[in-house]
């Protein structure tokens, strides 16, 4: 251990007390552990704020003494790098341990105000228990993921409100160099808007602070939703591959005209089949092979599915207002020809459609996350590059993993979610992190998807930590300059999470 680290975690007993620092070897094991390729990266310690007071004295100290921090507010980003710091040797700042309350639910103006350790399960509970009248997006990852952590990431669910980043109004953040601030409306210190209106006086900051180590949030109103008298989810299995492009095509007009207004899942055989079967050819091919074709019909045929299913939900004051638009979009999608409708009743019997029924309704599941053990070892990096909302491009694209994944013996595990104009690719690579040789080709296989499809001109949106490097690096000369001057603004000493998203 440096000198200087001594001293800063020396400063942080007597700041935070030393039940809120740790250092144990099996903490920082846990802490430094995730799914992917590049391995494990241990912290030098983990700490606990309380508060933001707190958080700002840590930053300040970190400035003091030159040691890197690195926020997270649950740690559960599954596939993007877990709860690992971006370098080893970071101090973890988990803000999730003892900031993790709902500041307020104001029911008239429907929306919260939270802290960063508050999970999707734990603000659905508090709606509930209120008596179910708000509803609260989620992922359809771990339950006990962070509202505010997945937003920081810009991540997504599957209501109305399916854009996280999008639903945060008002932060308070302390800076890099060790400032505290409120965005929007709360920069005027007597403001009654900070969380109802999105945009003030000047210009937008909050947007800076995600995807990005320029500050640490440390509380932020997030817009809920009234929840609906009626909901009702419809699916449209399709039989082939190729079926990808005409399902895009057919699910724009509807999102175009919003008569769908939740995000669109179409997810393929292997994304709703992996929920509830490991792979069935493993122990034969050791896994140095993907999954052989005939073998993935023959997981269809047992599960009663194609190879992609289409999913959306709509919202309204009865079932019997819903019934009739259910029927439009079956007709829509059944004009096809290529289309088998399955009801919100039957999607129960489907697998991965319960879990798509329940994110659709806003409650949290944690059926997806069996998908990790597609294949044995726990290994899991996550590939998501964007498509404009055009079915014949997405077919380009589905060729292209499919050929690369192939190559590096490894299966295509895709679900593409649909807005109106636009759809990101998440291609789960589910890999035995345990076989060096596999783990290599997972690591091969990303690179050269990354680089196949920049050059084809499709970008990622969240990247694992493994190649925040190289997709920064895909960006031009300038924009890298501009980032790198915010960063030398707010975060002089350079102490937020160095690489992270590319900036040191
Ligand atoms: C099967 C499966 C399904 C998934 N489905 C989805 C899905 O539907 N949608 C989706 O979005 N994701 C999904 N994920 C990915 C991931 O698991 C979730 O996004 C998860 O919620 C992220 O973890 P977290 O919320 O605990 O964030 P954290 O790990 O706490 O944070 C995420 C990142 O944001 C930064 N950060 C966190 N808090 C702060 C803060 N207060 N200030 C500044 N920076 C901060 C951290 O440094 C970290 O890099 C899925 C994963 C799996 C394995």
Same mark, same amino acid.
């Given at each position: 251990?440096?000198?200087?680290?001594?001293?800063?975690?020396?400063?942080?007993?007597?700041?935070?007390?030393?039940?809120?620092?740790?250092?144990?070897?099996?903490?920082?094991?846990?802490?430094?552990?995730?799914?992917?390729?590049?391995?494990?990266?241990?912290?030098?310690?983990?700490?606990?704020?309380?508060?933001?007071?707190?958080?700002?004295?840590?930053?300040?100290?970190?400035?003091?003494?030159?040691?890197?921090l690195?926020p997270?507010?649950? *740690?559960?980003? /599954?596939? $993007? %790098?877990?709860?690992?710091?971006?370098?080893? +040797?970071?101090?973890?700042? #988990?803000?999730? &341990?003892?900031?993790?309350?709902?500041?307020?639910?104001?029911?008239?103006?429907?929306?919260?105000?939270?802290?960063?350790?508050?999970?999707?399960?734990?603000?659905?509970?508090?709606?509930?228990?209120?008596?179910?009248?708000?509803?609260?997006?989620c992922?359809?990852?771990?339950?006990?993921?962070?509202?505010?952590?997945?937003?920081?990431?810009?991540?997504?669910?599957?209501t109305?409100?399916?854009?996280?980043?999008?639903?945060?109004c *008002?932060?308070? /953040?302390? $800076? %890099?160099?060790?400032?505290?601030?409120?965005? +929007?409306?709360?920069?005027? #210190?007597?403001? &009654?808007?900070?969380?109802?209106?999105?945009?003030?006086?000047g210009?937008?900051?909050?947007?800076?602070?995600?995807?990005?180590?320029?500050?640490i949030?440390?509380?932020?109103?997030?817009?809920?939703?009234?929840?609906?008298?009626?909901?009702?989810?419809?699916?449209?299995?399709?039989?082939?591959?190729?079926d990808?492009?005409?399902?895009?095509?057919?699910?724009?007009?509807?999102?175009?005209?919003?008569?769908?207004?939740?995000?669109?899942?179409?997810?393929?055989?292997l994304?709703?089949?992996?929920?509830?079967?490991?792979?069935?050819?493993y122990?034969?091919?050791?896994?140095?092979?993907?999954?052989?074709?005939?073998a993935?019909?023959?997981?269809?045929?047992?599960?009663?599915?194609?190879?992609?299913?289409?999913?959306?939900?709509?919202?309204g004051?009865?079932?019997?207002?819903?019934?009739?638009?259910?029927?439009?979009?079956?007709?829509?999608?059944?004009?096809?020809?290529?289309?088998?409708?399955?009801?919100?009743?039957?999607?129960?019997?489907?697998?991965?459609?319960?879990t798509?029924?329940?994110?659709?309704?806003?409650?949290?599941?944690?059926?997806?996350?069996?998908?990790?053990?597609?294949?044995?070892?726990?290994?899991?990096?996550?590939?998501?590059?964007?498509?404009?909302?055009?079915?014949?491009?997405?077919?380009?694209?589905?060729?292209?993993?499919r050929?690369?994944?192939?190559?590096?013996?490894?299966?295509?595990?895709?679900?593409?979610?649909?807005?109106?104009?636009?759809?990101?690719?998440?291609?789960?690579?589910?890999?035995?992190?345990?076989?060096?040789?596999?783990r290599?080709?997972?690591?091969?296989?990303?690179?050269?998807?990354?680089?196949?499809?920049?050059?084809?001109?499709?970008?990622?949106?969240?990247?694992?930590?493994?190649?925040?490097?190289?997709?920064?690096?895909?960006?031009?000369?300038?924009v890298?300059?501009?980032?790198?001057?915010?960063?030398?603004?707010?975060?002089?000493?350079?102490?937020?999470?160095?690489?992270?998203?590319?900036?040191?």
């Open positions: 251990m440096t000198d200087s680290l001594t001293d800063f975690l020396s400063a942080m007993h007597d700041l935070l007390g030393p039940d809120w620092v740790n250092t144990a070897p099996d903490t920082l094991y846990r802490y430094g552990e995730n799914t992917l390729p590049g391995g494990n990266r241990p912290p030098a310690a983990v700490l606990y704020p309380s508060s933001t007071a707190e958080v700002q004295a840590i930053v300040k100290a970190a400035n003091r003494h030159g040691v890197a690195h997270i507010s649950s *740690g559960n980003n /599954i596939g $993007l %790098g877990t709860r690992s710091a971006m370098q080893a +040797g970071q101090v973890v700042v #988990d803000l999730g &341990r003892r900031m993790n309350r709902i500041l307020e639910v104001n029911d008239t103006l429907c929306y919260a105000e939270i802290e960063p350790g508050v999970s999707y399960q734990a603000l659905h509970d508090e709606l509930v228990r209120r008596g179910n009248h708000l509803m609260s997006d992922t359809s990852g771990p339950p006990q993921g962070s509202v505010l952590g997945n937003a920081m990431d810009r991540g997504a669910g599957y109305p409100s399916f854009d996280h980043f999008g639903a945060i *008002g932060m308070e /953040i302390v $800076l %890099g160099n060790g400032e505290v601030i409120r965005t +929007g409306d709360g920069g005027m #210190d007597s403001s &009654r808007m900070w969380h109802v209106s999105k945009y003030s006086f210009p937008a900051l909050d947007g800076l602070f995600v995807q990005s180590n320029f500050g949030v440390t509380r932020a109103g997030i817009w809920l939703q009234m929840r609906p008298p009626a909901m009702k989810t419809f699916h449209f299995s399709f039989p082939d591959d190729a990808l492009g005409d399902i895009l095509d057919l699910v724009r007009p509807l999102k175009l005209t919003n008569l769908v207004p939740s995000l669109f899942r179409v997810a393929n055989d994304w709703l089949i992996a929920e509830h079967e490991t792979h069935p050819e122990a034969r091919t050791q896994g140095r092979t993907a999954l052989s074709d005939s993935r019909r023959e997981l269809q045929a047992r599960h009663g599915l194609g190879a992609w299913v289409a999913s959306g939900a709509v919202y004051a009865s079932a019997q207002a819903l019934d009739p638009v259910v029927d439009r979009i079956r007709r829509h999608f059944c004009k096809s020809g290529r289309a088998r409708y399955i009801s919100d009743e039957e999607a129960d019997a489907l697998p991965g459609l319960s798509a029924k329940s994110v659709f309704y806003g409650i949290p599941s944690s059926q997806e996350l069996r998908q990790c053990k597609w294949r044995p070892g726990g290994g899991l990096t996550t590939f998501t590059p964007g498509t404009p909302l055009v079915g014949e491009q997405a077919l380009r694209l589905q060729d292209l993993a050929a690369i994944l192939a190559r590096h013996g490894l299966e295509y595990i895709s679900m593409w979610v649909c807005a109106a104009r636009f759809a990101r690719g998440l291609h789960q690579i589910v890999f035995n992190r345990e076989n060096p040789e596999e290599q080709r997972a690591d091969d296989a990303y690179l050269e998807l990354a680089r196949s499809f920049a050059e084809a001109g499709y970008s990622v949106g969240r990247s694992p930590i493994d190649y925040q490097a190289l997709h920064f690096g895909q960006l031009s000369p300038e890298r300059a501009l980032q790198a001057g915010i960063k030398d603004l707010f975060d002089p000493r350079h102490v937020l999470s160095p690489a992270r998203y590319g900036l040191s």
